[in-house]
């Protein structure tokens, strides 16, 4: 069996981030593995700009942004594979693979890193009732007929979910002649970026309608139209505020799911939260030597920070390689646990462990709800050690903090770092 | 005095900018956290533009449309005009990124270009 | 002029006609819809049943009984799967402990092979995540899972082989009896036949009624059910029933054979025989009842749903099988009111009208009958080596479409290409469960499609879900708006 020191599951901005930073820490010998037939992922379907702005300081789209970390890979010749599925990772970290020309085969590795990135919550998913006509689309594969394969799916549109996917795609299909009429959020808030609303929505006179859903689907061919009602704040329908639009396509926005089908074969173990591998300060996870980053580990706003965590993951691995891998003793020292309560869903990490830590690390997050004028709290243990206003904190956006090894260590006892959202 | 609340696209932060306009004439700009967002308002009330992104279609490449962006921002009234024009072009792969698919679209000034590679089959 | 003509592809005439296709006959099945297995027989529980519960001397407890023994044979010979994984039809009151006695006492009466109670020790060994309220259960060890669409296509494709046509997409407009013979009038033109055999599912009223002075009324009693992911697929070992109600079996708990969770299905009688709508009172009562259920040890998550759907019973108002000649219509064989367990019941209600056939007219049989079919290739089933030697003879195995049930351009080429193949998305979902996954079609949709689009010699914009009319783009960018 052939070995690689490090294996990178994936292919799309984490993978290429993660496989560009092992090989600039000094691990030569690794293998990113893409499924697709071009490197850069989604990447390659979102044509729309606003990539880069933190990593480039220029506003790219996301081909170009992909091209950029193409090129590096290429400079630092890193090895990978097309076309080539993963369709195993046991917990030794043995990977099978398959592909057309060779067929299966399995590499043994000394470091994996998931950069499998995330999948479309379907409709099924939502028990919209109705029937199951063709014309009902998650917004990403529009997205991938319209940008990559030069189709229209449909003429008249009404786009279910607030997500970047489902406003992008507004203007999307509004550019390519068709009538996008509404977008319905059954949430009280957007579940995309503010500037998506004003440049994909607000300049063409596309309404979205907040605490709204779509409560049936007509048509047993093609979708012929939906009805879209009100929703109270139990999220059920009110009766009496239907309204019915004509349409032949519906597309759906509404949510990410990490893909860990084989973070599960591998025995990581998962966060309910994220629905994506618990990790540590390393971005390791419970099994020793598999890393994960990008969208696979929790979904992302910003393809920035997907490049900067897996730039963190890809290091990571590589010094583990180096340092840690065949030795004996697992990460020693103390860990401190990372708490999220009160308006903060979760942290990416979880757990840090002291001895290993960086100077500073980045405690990534999302809210729960729709903050104004709060604050970012940060304990530890009981003690408040951070303090940050933030004017507008949304779910649709990540938020973060830094810790400060040196804050850590001095502080005597320390056992639970805990992550608020406080109103004064 | 009239006041306008915007909401500033320049980078996914989305401040929420106020705008102080008299006689047309901007007088006073507030909510911003960097000089993107001043810029970007001061325009927005006055000259608003958008960088436009669409496809065209790709004659013996790899793929079978190529990506294309306004290598600027154009005037916002002006983005159906662009996208009419690039609407018939076909282009040749090979096609590498920065390549220009249409100069000085609809009389904007601002060229077309190719935001993607794609290689010829 | 045919000898045969079989109205309806779904599950009974497909396998009807598989039956008959053992003589020298002139034969055709018809079906309005682009593909075989689209009615009834695509949305149900796809439960290999026991026959515990149907009234003893009933047609359909006899059809139950003797299906069931029938289902694990054909499967063998043709190459679909079937699991015999056993059903258990559980107590959870002590009070209506005696119900299962009863329950057991129609199982022996009916012939039903090692029925017997599992008192609750026994019960909570084979089940670890049955409530602990259970008291005893009834265990019907014939009880199995079997995949409806494989099963349906395994008899179509074996009867295909052996020279029967399948005129699909032609829909029945009409059918005139003539002295010796009848006219089947359908959208595609005129078809003359000596035999009808009537498996028109929800329609079967409709064709009985153009020959017959004697109506008769079929309900579509509509079924919704919720799926969950795979990773619930062995919650349960069994099928688990709760006892049986007015309206059937009841809302079952239970793994299908593909390993994943089903919670249903209702009931409801509707006048729109092809409403195959979801509901939202009834979504919402299937996602109350999967969170408060009495059978389960656990809420169920209902996060692990990855979709609902609803399928419609052919129900006749006597709850009764009619597979018999037409009395004042000589030929005209009606295989009527096949709702559950026809699924099970369909290899005995085709040896049944193969009999009644076959008494009449002895049709000699074929010397050439084909009577085995290889499967579908199912990659993700293979070791290794298997699969390795697969791809080197055909790349195309080695190349995923689907992610989520592992199918690759391998086995979606197949199944369009084989025979009466596969012409639409839901056929080559149906065969190949591309599409069939967690993320429902997302990412393979554009990849499918090409397949189809290039194996068919159709543009992308001709590629359909299922019937005409549900094509899947309006047309090519920067062209067609």
Redesign the interface.
């Known amino acids: 069996m052939r070995s690689y020191d490090v294996i990178i599951v994936g292919g799309g901005p984490a993978g290429l981030a993660a496989a560009i930073a092992a090989k600039k820490e000094g691990v030569d010998n690794i293998l990113m593995i893409e499924r697709d037939?071009r490197l850069g992922g989604i990447l390659?379907q979102c044509?729309?700009?606003?990539f880069g702005?933190h990593t480039f300081k220029e506003?790219?789209?996301?081909?170009?942004y992909a091209?950029r970390f193409i090129d590096q890979a290429a400079e630092l010749n890193v090895e990978y594979k097309l076309n080539t599925i993963v369709v195993d990772i046991s917990k030794d970290k043995v990977v099978t693979t398959m592909n057309r020309n060779e067929g299966m085969v399995q590499y043994q590795a000394k470091a994996v890193v998931l950069a499998m990135g995330c999948r479309e919550r379907p409709r099924g998913a939502l028990n919209i009732p109705g029937y199951r006509p063709a014309g009902i689309y998650s917004a990403g594969t529009a997205q991938r007929l319209?940008?990559?394969?030069?189709y229209m799916p449909g003429k008249k549109c009404v786009i279910l979910g607030s997500g970047d996917i489902g406003l992008i795609m507004a203007r999307?299909m509004t550019?390519?002649g068709a009538d996008v009429q509404v977008v319905a959020e059954v949430m009280p808030y957007s579940g995309g970026?503010?500037?998506n609303?004003?440049?994909c929505l607000d300049?063409f006179d596309i309404p979205l309608k907040l605490s709204h859903t779509v409560i049936d689907i007509e048509g047993k061919d093609r979708l012929t139209g939906v009805t879209i009602a009100e929703v109270g704040p139990d999220r059920k329908p009110i009766p009496g505020t239907e309204e019915h639009y004509d349409c032949d396509t519906l597309l759906l926005s509404v949510g990410l799911i990490p893909e860990n089908e084989l973070s599960k074969q591998a025995e990581v173990e998962m966060s309910r939260i994220t629905n994506g591998p618990l990790v540590d300060e390393s971005l390791e996870t419970n099994v020793e030597g598999i890393f994960a980053c990008g969208n696979v580990l929790h979904v992302h706003?910003?393809v920035d920070y997907v490049s900067e965590e897996a730039t963190a993951a890809g290091k990571n691995a590589a010094k583990y390689v180096k340092d840690r891998y065949g030795a004996e003793a697992g990460k020693a020292g103390k860990v401190i646990e990372i708490k999220a309560v009160d308006g903060a869903r979760y942290t990416v990490p979880t757990t840090i462990h002291l001895d290993n830590m960086e100077d500073k690390l980045t405690v990534r997050f999302r809210v729960g709800a729709v903050f104004k004028n709060s604050y970012i709290g940060v304990y530890f243990n009981d003690e408040r050690k951070q303090h940050r206003k933030r004017?507008?904190m949304a779910p649709g956006?990540m938020e973060q903090i830094i810790l400060k090894k040196k804050d850590l260590e001095a502080f005597e006892g320390l056992e639970t770092i805990t992550v608020k959202i406080e109103a004064e | 005095m009239e006041k306008r609340n915007?909401?500033?696209?320049?980078?996914?932060l989305?401040c929420?900018i106020t705008v102080t306009l008299e006689n047309g004439e901007v007088k006073d700009v507030t909510g911003n956290t960097c000089p993107r967002g001043d810029q970007y308002a001061r325009k927005e009330v006055t000259n608003p533009t958008?960088?436009?992104?669409?496809?065209?279609?790709v004659e013996g490449g790899?793929?079978?449309?190529l990506?294309v962006?306004t290598k600027d921002d154009v005037p916002?009234g002006k983005?159906f005009d662009v996208?009419d024009e690039i609407?018939?072009v076909v282009v040749k792969a090979p096609i590498h990124?920065g390549d220009v698919i249409v100069a000085d679209v609809a009389g904007t000034g601002v060229d077309i270009v190719a935001?993607?590679?794609i290689a010829a089959v | 002029m045919y000898d045969i003509i079989v109205i309806g592809a779904g599950v009974t005439g497909a396998c009807t006609a598989r039956a008959l296709s053992k003589y020298q006959v002139n034969m055709c099945v018809i079906d309005k819809y682009d593909d075989v297995c689209s009615g009834t027989s695509k949305a149900n529980s796809a439960i290999v049943h026991g026959g515990y519960d149907c009234k003893p001397g009933t047609m359909m407890a006899k059809m139950n009984v003797r299906g069931n023994e029938l289902i694990y044979e054909l499967a063998e010979e043709l190459d679909f799967p079937v699991k015999n994984n056993g059903s258990l039809i559980v107590c959870t009151v002590p009070e209506e402990r005696g119900k299962l006695d009863v329950l057991l006492q129609q199982g022996i009466d009916n012939g039903v092979p090692g029925v017997r109670i599992v008192e609750k020790e026994e019960l909570l060994s084979m089940e670890k995540n049955l409530t602990p309220n259970a008291v005893a259960a009834l265990y019907v060890p014939t009880g199995g899972l079997v995949d409806p669409f494989n099963m349906c296509v395994a008899f179509a494709e074996n009867a295909a082989v052996n020279g029967c046509e399948f005129k699909l997409e032609t829909e029945v407009t009409n059918i005139v009896k003539k002295d010796d013979h009848y006219v089947i009038e359908t959208d595609k033109g005129n078809f003359e036949t000596k035999i009808v055999v009537n498996a028109a599912g929800v329609y079967a009223d409709k064709m009985h009624n153009f020959v017959s002075e004697k109506k008769m009324k079929i309900i579509a009693r509509r079924g919704e059910y919720l799926l969950m992911d795979h990773e619930l697929g062995d919650y349960f070992n069994a099928t688990v029933f709760p006892l049986p109600g007015k309206m059937g079996k009841g809302i079952l708990t239970a793994p299908t054979i593909h390993g994943n969770l089903f919670v249903g299905p209702s009931a409801t009688d509707i006048d729109d025989k092809e409403a195959t709508n979801t509901t939202q009172e009834i979504i919402d009562d299937l996602v109350y009842k999967a969170q408060h259920s009495y059978l389960t040890k656990d809420v169920l998550p209902m996060g692990k749903v990855i979709t609902s759907f609803a399928g419609l019973r052919a129900h006749e108002a006597n709850h009764e099988f009619i597979i018999e000649e037409v009395a004042d219509a000589p030929g005209f064989f009606d295989a009527a009111g096949i709702e559950s367990p026809g699924l099970t019941s369909a290899p005995a209600i085709a040896e049944r009208i193969e009999g009644l056939v076959q008494d009449k007219y002895q049709f000699p049989k074929k010397d050439n009958f084909i009577a085995k079919r290889k499967g579908f290739i199912k990659m993700d089933q293979l070791s290794l080596e298997e699969r390795n030697e697969l791809i080197k003879k055909n790349p195309q195995y080695g190349n995923i479409i689907c992610r989520c049930e592992m199918v690759t351009e391998g086995e979606i080429v197949d199944a369009i290409n084989r025979p009466v193949g596969a012409r639409s998305m839901d056929a080559v979902k149906r065969r190949t469960r591309a599409g069939m996954g967690r993320c429902q079609a997302g990412f393979c949709t554009p990849k499918t499609m090409e397949i189809l689009s290039r194996e068919l010699g159709i543009p992308m914009t001709e590629v359909r879900k299922n019937v005409k009319g549900s094509e899947l783009l309006v047309g090519k960018?920067?062209e067609d708006l």
């Open positions: 037939d390659n044509i729309h700009n606003g702005l506003e790219l789209t996301g081909p170009e091209q319209v940008n990559m394969e030069g999307r550019f390519e970026l503010k500037r609303i004003v440049q300049d706003d910003l004017p507008v956006e | 915007l909401t500033c696209i320049r980078c996914p989305g929420q958008r960088v436009v992104t669409s496809i065209v279609k790899v793929l079978p449309v990506s962006k916002k983005i996208l609407k018939p990124i935001s993607k590679e | 960018i920067k």
